[in-house]
């Protein structure tokens, strides 16, 4: 009888042991959760193992972990190539290329996938201090991550991408610039016949809250992590009174508008988002505020 | 515990009379060793505060996000650094050139300057990133090689010099450069200090043991391990295809490598 839930990725198990046995996250501990509602996702203890079908994989480190694979003969896993840290001699890699080649160059995304396939050990690190995230996905779950942010995931999660449908044009004598503050594309993954293991990494710490149906929450851009397909992405702008300072024209902060019903996550440390001012000539689905 | 009773530390091998912490190394000695399923192990994690011994010198290992190493010198014993590693120092620590032979420095891509200060007094030293200090203590006649940019401090026993990696396939794929730092305890023993990028794994490899790796995540090895850039070809299919380069460590000896590393473009 499954008698524990977890907090994080909602898989049900005993419960038994020291972590969630499908995400990693440790099972004794008190929640931290903030007063504006944000859960804080606990970073895996060192050495935490999660098993994914006959294969298994161990997290190893604690400020730019390292996801060491244990893959079964037959097994394979698929990743950006950049992703890699080290591989038997025995694990072979082969390249698949994706559909959407031009786009995802223009986007700055990776063109090709490589799939490393077992029996042997194969090993991922990120470049950036942070935490390793694993979303257990089940048949019929889908999860949007922004691009970028994937690690690795199991052969039986799919991949596929889309247009994230947020930018903003602005104008500078007669060039128009079109810019995607939460990215051009987003990742999206999915399991339908089997349950498949995604990780990704979280530039800082990560936070997750669940937004109830029309409750909406305005993000740093670069902050977003990943969102359930449920929730909408849309743009604000808000403009600062100007009081005693004096404002350049066009200048305003720029947020990302989430609403549910859903889950989302953010990370703390994220990329300057670029917005160069001026006049916005055209936008995706937005709402502004003057103070 | 009496004077017969001791305990070996794991990491650098010393003896210790304290049962928490290396004297030699800083490492804990009450804590498990922490080794992943595949056999890296990982570098101990030195408390806040550490403080351990070389020579008449000590050391203190302040921090744990982006460490601090503060060194308090005798009396004419010194430790070399490159020039951007120091974060501070006590104003009457004097400083010179550490005297270099070979090739210009600045047009391998290697700091400029390394520079010698001697003791009395304090200096304290911390690079620019997240990650581990990593603390090598060197018996005479260890030869470590050491990636570019990641040495902190070495006592002034230890003698430096920077080599060559053999083979043009390095030069132009391999991604770790043509070079890398040398330190060698000749005749007596001494204190190496490295900062590792993110999180520092070891392991040992037996004679004609090999493993594959990013170049980039390769800190430190044993002179002994063999280090050979190795290029995969990837392909797609009808005359689709690429390659990614790795690097290939050959044992006998130990490898350490960091989890946050520079990555090195292949042809993609």
């Known amino acids: ?291 | 515990m009496d004077e017969f009773d001791r305990i070996q530390c794991r990491w650098c091998g010393a003896q210790s009379a304290d049962p928490k912490q290396c004297p030699t190394c800083g490492a804990p000695l009450n804590t498990a060793d922490l080794v992943s399923e595949s056999g890296w192990r990982e570098a101990p994690r030195l408390r806040d505060m550490s403080e351990f011994r070389f020579g008449n010198c000590s050391c203190q290992v302040e921090g744990d996000i982006v460490p601090v190493v503060e060194t308090t010198l005798a009396a004419g014993e010194g430790v070399y650094f490159e020039h951007h590693a120091m974060l501070w120092k006590q104003d009457t620590v004097p400083m010179s050139l550490y005297p270099i032979t070979g090739p210009k420095r600045s047009l391998l891509g290697l700091p400029h300057l390394v520079t010698l200060a001697r003791g009395p007094g304090r200096i304290a030293f911390s690079r620019d990133a997240t990650g581990e200090i990593i603390v090598l203590p060197m018996a005479a006649g260890i030869e470590l090689d050491v990636r570019e940019h990641a040495f902190l401090l070495a006592s002034e026993s230890i003698a430096y010099s920077y080599v060559r990696v053999k083979g043009l396939a390095n030069i132009l794929h391999g991604g770790n450069g043509m070079w890398m730092d040398r330190f060698t305890a000749k005749k007596s023993p001494g204190l190496l200090v490295l900062h590792g990028f993110g999180n520092v794994f070891v392991r040992t490899l037996a004679s004609g043991e090999s493993i594959q790796l990013e170049p980039g995540s390769m800190l430190f090895k044993d002179a002994t391990v063999q280090m050979a850039a190795e290029k995969i070809k990837l392909s797609t299919g009808f005359l689709g295809g690429t390659s990614m380069n790795l690097a290939r460590m050959t044992g006998p000896g130990r490898i350490g490598i960091q989890s946050m590393y520079h990555h090195h473009a292949s042809d993609e």
């Not at chain 1, 949007?144 to 999660?157: P, Y």
């Not at chain 1, 128009?176 to 939460?182: G, S, V």
């Open chain 1, 1 to 291: 009888m499954s008698a524990y839930t977890c907090p994080f990725c909602d898989s049900q198990s005993d419960g038994a042991g020291s972590g969630c046995p499908f995400c990693g996250a440790p099972v004794n501990i008190t929640l931290r959760r903030t007063a504006s509602g944000w859960l804080e996702m606990p970073p895996m203890a060192d050495m935490t193992r999660i098993q994914c079908g006959q294969s298994s994989v161990q997290i190893e480190g604690a400020y730019v972990p390292v996801a060491d694979f244990k893959l079964a003969d037959g097994d394979g896993v698929y990743f950006a190539h950049h992703e890699l840290l080290w591989k038997d001699q025995g694990v072979s890699v082969q390249l698949s290329s994706l559909k959407g080649g031009w786009k995802r160059l223009m986007a700055g995304l990776p063109l090709r996938m490589l799939t490393a396939t077992g029996p042997g050990r194969i090993a991922f690190s990120r470049d950036a201090a942070g935490e390793t995230l694993a979303i257990p996905l089940r048949p019929g779950h889908t999860v949007d991550v922004r691009e970028n942010i994937f690690m690795v995931a199991t052969r039986a999660v799919q991949y596929d991408f889309f247009d994230s449908q947020v930018w903003f044009q602005t104008k500078d004598g007669d060039e128009t610039e079109t810019h995607y503050p939460a990215g051009w594309l987003l990742d999206r993954f999915s399991a339908s016949g089997e349950p498949g293991l995604l990780l990704i990494h979280a530039h800082g710490n990560a936070f997750q809250r669940v937004l109830a149906q029309g409750e909406s929450i305005l993000v740093k851009p670069s902050g977003f992590l990943f969102k359930d397909t449920t929730v909408k992405m849309s743009l604000h702008f808000e403009r600062p009174s100007k009081g005693f300072t004096i404002w350049r024209w066009g200048e305003r902060y720029l947020w990302l508008r989430l609403t549910g019903p859903g889950k989302v996550a953010v990370q703390s440390a994220y990329g300057h988002t670029h917005d160069p001012g001026g006049r916005v000539v055209g936008c995706s689905s937005a709402t502004e505020r003057q103070w």
